[in-house]
């Protein structure tokens, strides 16, 4: 009986803590946000650049798509 009760007060515990914790979470501010767009452009731009070697490559093989 003890155990049981040791284990529900642990969940409990770790229940409050958890909701706690997901309360504290600050919303994004400007320059996370800012991050986040020069990331996308980063990637955008690093997809074209493998796409333009592609184009390369085939080209020199002399494969036109």
């Known amino acids: 009986m003890m ?7 642990g969940i409990l515990t ?4 958890l909701v706690a ?3 504290c979470q600050k919303p994004e501010g400007p320059a996370e ?3 986040k ?6 990637e955008k731009a690093g ?3 493998e796409k333009a070697g592609n184009s390369i490559q085939d ?3 002399g494969d036109k798509k």
């Open 37 to 42: 767009e020069a990331d996308k452009a980063v």
């Open 3 to 9: 155990k049981l009760s040791k284990i529900i007060s």
């Open 14 to 17: 770790m229940s409050v803590v």
């Open 47 to 49: 997809q074209q650049i």
């Open 21 to 23: 914790l997901s309360g």
């Open 33 to 35: 946000h800012a991050g």
């Open 59 to 61: 080209a020199a093989k």
